[in-house]
């Protein structure tokens, strides 16, 4: 069984690179809001988030998913340091990939976090 990822990050465009990239590999949803990713967080194996999700402070948006318990979570950020920090704190992530990122490291870090064996 494929793991399952959920994308989460504003930006449509950056949201519907990473679901076809990564379903090459995964099976993957996308979300560009904080409401619409709330119910499938309890769905993914890990959840590829960016703090930056419109109107909502990033550090609600981590209190927010922090509640859900996901089982895994890599931060995907262009927030200072000191932000993320306080983010991971609430979220324990698998990793933080800082923006922008590549492709390539971006893809090492999530099957790392999964524990993939490719």
Request: proline content about 7%; some cysteine; overall charge neutral.
């Amino acid at each position: 069984m494929r793991e399952k990822i959920l994308v989460v990050d504003d930006h449509l465009d950056t949201t519907s690179l990473l679901v076809l990239f990564l379903a090459t590999e995964f099976e993957v949803r996308g979300a560009t809001s904080l409401e619409e990713a709330l119910p499938s967080l309890s769905w993914a194996d890990l959840v590829l988030l960016d703090l930056g999700l419109g109107d909502v402070p990033p550090l609600e948006v981590a209190r927010r998913v922090a509640k859900t318990r996901p089982r895994r979570v890599v931060l995907h950020s262009a927030y200072p340091p000191g932000v993320t920090g306080k983010a991971a704190d609430l979220l324990h992530p698998e990793g933080i990939i800082m923006k922008p990122t590549g492709l390539a490291a971006l893809l090492g870090t999530l099957r790392r976090a999964l524990g993939c064996q490719r």
